[in-house]
């Protein structure tokens, strides 16, 4: 028995005897017992009434592979080659780079539960908690290499800025790969984008795109970021964790597939409709420069313009750092 057929069992909120457990996964009381003093790590929380059991408070969705697929298109079934869901990894996006050097990873999606190492931009880890996060991973091969990934991870930005609006969630796009949300307490950090490429500069390139939201994280959790953050089940009800992610393939691979036909200027204008600082006080890092500016919008690359003592500069995303100035 694992941890994760624990969680399933469990996730409908309801109490459990041990002995019931037991039975059902096969193993002993104290066995159930062991493994149910595992979860305070995951991020979940157990009560232990005498004569009831055992029973998680706020449980989570677990992701099932059935009612993901059932939820899409038949274009985007067409598109979709194989979708892994994942207990736990070390990243959803290792995972897909590994298929990529086996030969496959193209239109595959991986999803996974909780994952060890899940990374950022600029190196930066990813906190998960088991089911409280969506870890999406998809890859694509794309024929007309790197230079036609301009501004990739600017529309994905988009897609899920506009999924997130359909579920009632106002969302705004931190340049290049954050998505924000405005609340009483600030301005926070919901989810990030992480696209990483292998292949060549003028022919055939494999492309992972990594999208992490939170779904609901524990007090504990929350304390243990670095930056403030939000879950969406503080921002919204009814949301399902399942038919959000069934829209996030229908969605990318919609995108995906028309992608190095247009580039980014098809999603420019949407891009900085959402973008947070769009004529505000920024402030540039570049290495060990900075330039305080206004940021005005993104161009047709991803390249963000600044304007700087009345005149504008682009900036690409792998070379600077940009914050808000009061």
């Known amino acids: 028995m694992s941890v994760s057929d624990l969680i399933r069992l469990m996730s ?59 939820g899409l298109s038949r274009c985007a079934r067409q598109h979709l080659k194989h979708l892994f869901v994942e207990d736990a990894v070390n990243s959803t996006n290792t995972y897909l780079l590994e298929r990529f050097a086996q030969g496959a990873g193209h239109g595959e999606v991986c999803l996974a539960e909780w994952q060890s190492a899940g990374r950022g931009r600029r190196g930066r880890s990813f906190y998960s908690e088991w089911g409280g996060n969506i870890h999406f991973s998809v890859g694509w091969q794309f024929e ?31 340049w290049p790969n954050d998505l924000l949300v405005s609340t009483p307490s600030g301005t926070l950090k919901l989810g990030g984008i992480l696209v990483e490429v292998r292949g060549d500069a003028v022919g055939p390139c494999q492309v992972v795109i990594g999208v992490g939201v ?32 069934s829209a996030m393939i229908e969605e990318h691979m919609q995108m995906l597939a028309c992608f190095e036909k247009t580039g980014f200027s098809a999603w420019r204008d949407r891009w900085n409709g959402y973008h947070v600082h769009r004529n505000k006080a920024v402030r540039i890092h570049q290495g060990s420069t900075v330039h305080d500016g206004v940021a005005q919008g993104v161009d ?12 504008c500069r682009r900036f690409t995303g792998g070379e600077v750092s940009l914050r808000g100035r009061s």
């Open 144 to 174: 007309s290499g790197v230079g036609a990934l301009e501004g990739l991870s600017l529309a994905v930005g988009v897609v899920m800025a506009d999924l997130l609006s359909a579920h009632g969630v106002d969302v705004q796009l931190k």
């Open 300 to 311: 047709d690359t991803g390249n963000l313009v600044v304007s700087i003592d009345g005149k």
């Open 214 to 245: 939170n779904i609901r994280l524990s007090d504990k959790g929350k304390a243990g970021i670095e930056q403030p953050v939000a879950a969406l089940a503080d921002l919204t009800t009814g949301l399902s964790r399942n038919g959000l992610v």
């Open 12 to 70: 409908d909120g309801a109490f459990h005897s041990g002995e019931a457990l037991g039975r059902e996964v096969g193993v002993s009381r104290t066995a159930v017992w062991k493994q149910l003093r595992k979860l305070e790590g995951l991020g979940l929380s157990v009560e232990t009434t005498r004569g009831c059991g055992y029973r998680l408070l706020d449980p989570p969705e677990p992701f099932r592979g059935a009612d993901i697929v059932a």
